[in-house]
């Protein structure tokens, strides 16, 4: 490896660095940049900054997290000598931050979506890896960097999420032998799934409830979807993350064989999350710009609620 694309000689020659997670963070993206954050910490003894879109509370116990600055805070005129995304698809998916992206001597992509198209000066793209959270830990195994407990849970929670607790298609051998290498750091497999789980706030659940009482069945079951609409998040008092996890819910029926949430993000603009069992959605999703994974895929349509939803229905049925 030359020293052009040699990460640590990268990570040694820059001084201000800055991990980028993407819009709606989840537990991969938020999990990879506190452990890459805590990597580089241990290995570099340097700090690095992070951005993200929205605080989640579930992923509060991420010891970096706490250190985070917001999408809408980030001081866009920084020049960073190194800017490092992590499950972020594709450029749109960092929004405001983006500037942050462009201006940055030396970028990095690390990934794990195969629509990802490796926007920046290096990628690491392994659509075969689970999360963006095995990949990083396998990073860190080639260079030899030390993982502590700290770095060690937070990678474990990014690849216990992203795999729906190693119940996905994504889950490999190498998914088992990398979160077996995270326990020999220190991590302790029940704390890490406690904190994940069990520890949502009764408002979110209560939402999700409420969402999941008035989901449409149609096609024999085949398909299943819900609507969610601003005024019903208002009402809540959730946050943005408030459909995390929620198609995947209409997945687990068993007549389900595609499932979807079309979430209103402003008036005339739907957000789809779009699950299955068999179907490929990410072509699906790629018809509306969006993209992600064979079985768990998202896009955002220019369109109201309903007429989002009608849209993906009659996609969905060309395939069923
Ligand atoms: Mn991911």
Same mark, same amino acid.
């Given at each position: 490896?030359? =020293?052009?694309?040699?990460?640590?000689? !990268?990570?040694?020659?820059?001084?201000?660095?800055?991990?980028?997670? +993407?819009?709606?963070?989840? *537990?991969?993206?938020?999990?990879?940049?506190?452990?890459? &954050?805590?990597?580089?910490?241990? #290995?570099?003894?340097? #700090?690095?900054?992070?951005?993200?879109? $929205?605080?989640?509370?579930?992923? =509060?116990?991420?010891? $970096?997290?706490?250190?985070?600055?917001?999408?809408?805070?980030?001081?866009?005129?920084?020049?960073?000598?190194?800017?490092?995304?992590?499950?972020?698809?594709?450029?749109?998916?960092?929004?405001?931050?983006?500037?942050?992206?462009?201006?940055?001597?030396?970028?990095?992509?690390?990934? +794990? +979506?195969?629509? #990802?198209?490796?926007?920046?000066?290096? $990628? !690491?793209?392994?659509?075969?890896? %689970? %999360?963006?959270?095995?990949?990083?830990?396998?990073? &860190? *195994?080639?260079? *030899?960097?030390?993982? @502590?407990?700290?770095?060690?849970?937070?990678?474990?929670?990014?690849?216990?999420?992203?795999?729906? =607790?190693?119940?996905? /298609?994504?889950?490999?051998?190498?998914?088992?032998?990398?979160? /077996?290498?995270?326990?020999?750091?220190?991590?302790?497999?029940?704390?890490?799934?406690?904190?994940?789980?069990?520890?949502?706030?009764? #408002?979110?659940?209560?939402?999700?409830?409420?969402?999941?009482?008035?989901?449409?069945?149609?096609?024999?079951?085949? !398909?299943?979807?819900?609507?969610?609409?601003?005024?019903?998040?208002?009402?809540?008092?959730?946050?943005?993350?408030?459909?995390?996890?929620? @198609?995947?819910?209409?997945? =687990?029926?068993?007549?389900?064989?595609?499932?979807?949430? &079309?979430?209103?993000?402003?008036? $005339?603009?739907?957000?789809?999350?779009?699950?299955?069992?068999? @179907?490929?959605?990410?072509?699906?999703? %790629?018809?509306?710009?969006?993209?992600? +994974?064979?079985?768990?895929? *998202?896009?955002?349509?220019?369109?109201?609620?309903?007429?989002?939803?009608?849209?993906?229905?009659?996609?969905?049925?060309?395939?069923?």
């Amino acid at each position: 490896m030359n =020293s052009d694309n040699n990460i640590e000689y !990268i990570i040694k020659n820059s001084k201000k660095i800055l991990l980028i997670t +993407h819009i709606n963070p989840d *537990g991969d993206t938020l999990g990879s940049a506190c452990g890459l &954050a805590s990597i580089v910490k241990t #290995n570099f003894k340097k #700090n690095c900054d992070i951005l993200i879109d $929205n605080f989640v509370e579930t992923y =509060s116990f991420l010891e $970096n997290l706490k250190s985070a600055k917001l999408y809408s805070d980030a001081d866009k005129s920084l020049v960073y000598d190194l800017v490092i995304t992590l499950d972020v698809a594709s450029l749109d998916r960092m929004e405001q931050v983006k500037v942050l992206f462009d201006k940055a001597k030396t970028t990095i992509n690390i990934d +794990h +979506h195969g629509t #990802n198209s490796g926007f920046a000066q290096i $990628n !690491i793209i392994e659509p075969e890896a %689970s %999360s963006t959270g095995e990949i990083v830990v396998k990073i &860190a *195994g080639d260079y *030899g960097w030390k993982i @502590t407990k700290e770095a060690a849970d937070a990678l474990y929670a990014a690849i216990l999420t992203d795999t729906g =607790s190693f119940r996905y /298609s994504n889950t490999s051998a190498d998914t088992f032998k990398i979160a /077996s290498k995270l326990l020999d750091c220190g991590t302790v497999p029940d704390e890490i799934a406690k904190k994940c789980y069990d520890s949502y706030p009764k #408002n979110f659940v209560m939402f999700q409830n409420y969402c999941l009482n008035k989901a449409v069945f149609t096609d024999d079951d085949k !398909i299943a979807y819900t609507c969610v609409f601003r005024k019903d998040i208002e009402k809540f008092k959730v946050g943005p993350d408030c459909t995390e996890g929620l @198609t995947e819910k209409l997945r =687990s029926i068993v007549s389900t064989e595609t499932a979807f949430i &079309a979430k209103e993000l402003a008036p $005339n603009l739907t957000k789809i999350s779009l699950r299955s069992k068999n @179907t490929d959605v990410s072509k699906i999703c %790629s018809l509306f710009g969006g993209g992600g +994974h064979k079985f768990a895929a *998202g896009c955002t349509i220019k369109a109201s609620v309903k007429q989002a939803a009608e849209k993906i229905l009659a996609e969905l049925r060309k395939v069923l």
